[in-house]
């Protein structure tokens, strides 16, 4: 089996079998308890409210990414570069998501889920965090900031979260406008990431608005 499948399993079979349980102690604290008999307080990963800035600098897709994929749902693309990365139509998370990529040097990941609705980025953010959270109690952020690709205002987020026991990353970027929303996310483990975060970031600088 190819591992991309193991990691796709994982992350599906975390929404109802899950290694890490929530609890609460006798003084009404709410817990999250591992298998290994550690456990951390919930509210550790409760993230407060913070203005999120804005990084001044202006991204572009890398000059290798030549292979434009359009999406069926509303009026975006994804300039990909095809000597890295593999692509196919469809997935196996949701039925939202429209494409699925597979880095072709490693164990890296990407997938694009796509909506008709129409929601504020500050939205997105809240519905990503609380998604991935029903899958990892323990997801928090890690970045955040507005970003400019290509001209367009996108948000990028980076969770991380355990998952039957395995550490994993989501970087992604996040873009609305009046004819859908995009949720275009990365991933991998968190050891992984840290290796393969600047391959992460020219697959998702091909995001263009058609």
Known sequence: MKKKNLLLIL??????????ISAITETGDQVILYTDGSWIYTDQFLNEVTEIK???????????????????????????????WTFEKGGEISDATEYEFSYKHGDLYGMVI???????LES???IAVENARGA?????????????INGIKILLLQLDGTIQGTKFT?????????????????????????????????????????
């Open 11 to 20: 992350i599906l079979s975390s929404f109802t079998v899950q290694s890490q």
């Open 54 to 84: 804005t990084n001044p600098y202006k991204f572009k897709k890398d000059k290798k990414s030549t292979f434009l994929i359009k999406s069926d749902v509303f009026n975006i693309g994804f300039n990909i570069n095809p000597k890295d």
């Open 114 to 120: 796509t909506e008709e609705s129409e929601l504020s």
């Open 124 to 126: 997105l953010k809240e």
């Open 136 to 148: 990892a109690p323990d997801i928090h952020i890690v970045k955040e900031e507005y970003r400019y």
């Open 170 to 210: 989501y970087l992604g970027y996040y873009f609305t406008n009046e004819n859908g929303t995009l949720q275009f996310l990365t991933y991998s483990t968190q050891k992984l990431m840290k290796k393969y975060n600047g391959d992460c970031e020219k697959l998702l600088n091909g995001l263009v608005e058609l």
